[in-house]
């Protein structure tokens, strides 16, 4: 998993309509939440975008772009999209599952798939990042909001 405090690696996915989206392209703009679900079936991670969505305001007051990052393929996470109404951009690996590249997968009998969440400022920087083997612990909602509250009170005057 990432950790706090260091320089986020450039990220590459794809959106649910293919094209590309790096995590470099959100530098210098706005702060950019990625919210890894375990997969689109799951219940409970869907509890969790759910929470995301009915804070959409506060993350655009706070300048932060919500990602939700979908282990299955563009075809699923479009129709997953669409089905429950995402106003967020839904990514998937361009390469490989993009749980991988940011370490969220456990071994335990062979790969298991981990969810979590990764706040990183405008400037590339991790402010916050959490993973779980069970989805109930993924989504770390005081964690993200203590991050953002540290995030505003370093650019307040």
């Known amino acids: ?23 470099s392209d959100y530098r210098s703009v706005h702060s950019a939440l990625l919210y890894f679900m375990r997969s689109t079936s799951c219940p409970i991670c869907n509890r969790h975008v759910r929470d995301l969505v009915a804070r959409r305001n506060e993350f655009d007051t706070d300048n ?20 429950h109404g ?5 990514l998937v690996g361009s390469t490989g599952t993009p749980h991988e590249s940011v370490g969220l ?14 706040l990183v400022d405008p400037d590339g920087i991790i402010r916050h990042a959490h ?16 991050a953002i ?3 505003r009170s370093r650019t307040s005057p």
Not at 64 to 83: F, M
């Open 131 to 146: 993973g779980a083997t069970l989805p109930t612990n993924s989504y770390d909602k005081k964690g993200i909001i203590a």
């Open 105 to 118: 997968t456990r071994k335990v009998f062979g790969s298991m798939q981990q969810s979590g969440t990764i």
């Open 64 to 83: 932060i772009g919500v990602l939700i990052v979908v282990p299955e393929g563009r075809d699923a996470g479009s129709a997953w999209k669409t089905e």
């Open 1 to 23: 998993m990432l950790t706090p405090g260091t320089l986020a690696p450039e990220m590459e996915f794809e959106d649910t309509d293919g094209q590309v989206r790096r995590l």
């Open 86 to 90: 995402i106003p967020f951009p839904v």
């Open 149 to 151: 509250h540290s995030m």
